[in-house]
């Protein structure tokens, strides 16, 4: 199927099966360019998971360009950009940032998906081995850096990063099971 059907699909019918052909279809491309541009894994990974996550979040009022790849390598190059901006001013700043509150404007069937996945994720983060999922919260949840984590538990920032790759990976294959289980 060609990518402008599934992304009318998308925005039109809130087509999760041609969302996840979309995910399937450009996942690596987009994690290439955001490794490109981080140099890091687990960051090219959360860019990507965070380009998707928008363009589901934002089905309705997407706009369909006539060029796919070339907007998609613009959208998921500022993300990257704008990622590593925040990383470099988080590990600036001793300072953790405050999230921001759900949106309130969400339609019910999307705030039950976010729930679900939600859920997911807390499920596959507790069956993470313990320190797997320390190391996780601390990096991802806490935004510590790794120099502070690996000081804090007496381990090489090497593990810290390997650690965080483990869980990203298993994180990401219970969302892309929950994905597939929706077709």
């Not at 405050?98 to 679900?116: A, C, G, H, L, Y």
Request: with cysteine; proline share 5%.
């Amino acid at each position: 199927m060609e990518v402008t059907e599934l992304l009318k699909n998308i925005q039109k019918h809130d087509s999760q099966p041609d969302f996840r052909s979309l995910y399937d279809m450009y996942y690596d491309r987009f994690f290439r360019i955001a490794f490109y541009y981080l140099q890091r894994d687990e960051w090219a990974q959360e860019v990507t998971l965070d380009v998707f996550t928008g363009i589901w979040n934002n089905r309705k009022h997407l706009s369909i360009p006539d060029d796919f790849n070339k907007y998609s390598y613009t959208l998921v190059r500022n993300a990257a950009l704008n990622y590593l901006e925040k990383e470099q001013r988080r590990e600036a700043s001793p300072l953790a940032s405050v999230p921001d509150p759900p949106s309130s404007t969400s339609s019910p069937e999307e705030r039950m998906i976010d729930e679900e996945l939600f859920s997911i994720y807390e499920k596959s983060l507790n069956d993470l081995p313990e320190r797997c999922r320390e190391i996780f919260i601390k990096v991802r949840e806490e935004k510590q850096s790794y120099t502070s984590v690996a000081e804090e538990l007496n381990i090489s920032p090497k593990t810290v990063d390997a650690q965080l790759q483990k869980a990203s990976a298993r994180l990401k294959e219970k969302i892309n099971n929950y994905f597939r289980g929706k077709q």
